[in-house]
C-alpha cells in the first residue's frame, strides 16, 4: 500500500510518496518539488511524512 503526503519546506510544499509494507518498515519511495522534479529530504523531513503517512493510515483502519 502507499500514500501520499505533503511535507512543507519553507515556501514550497514537497509531495512524498510512502510505502507502507506489511513485512517490511514504512519507507519513503519518492519526494518531489512543485515543478515535479525528484528532491532529496532531510531526515527531519522524512521523519515528517513518514508521521503523516502512518496517522493516515491508522484513521483511515489500516
Do not use: F, K
Request: glycine share 8%; net charge negative.
Amino acid at each position: 500500500m502507499r500514500s501520499t503526503v505533503t511535507v512543507r519546506r519553507g515556501e514550497q510544499d514537497l509531495t512524498v510518496v510512502v510505502s507502507h509494507g506489511t513485512r517490511s518498515p514504512d519507507r519513503v519511495v519518492e519526494a518531489l518539488d512543485g515543478d515535479g522534479d525528484r528532491v532529496r529530504l532531510t531526515p527531519d523531513e522524512r521523519t515528517a511524512a513518514l508521521d503523516l503517512a502512518r496517522a493516515e493510515v491508522d484513521e483511515a483502519g489500516r
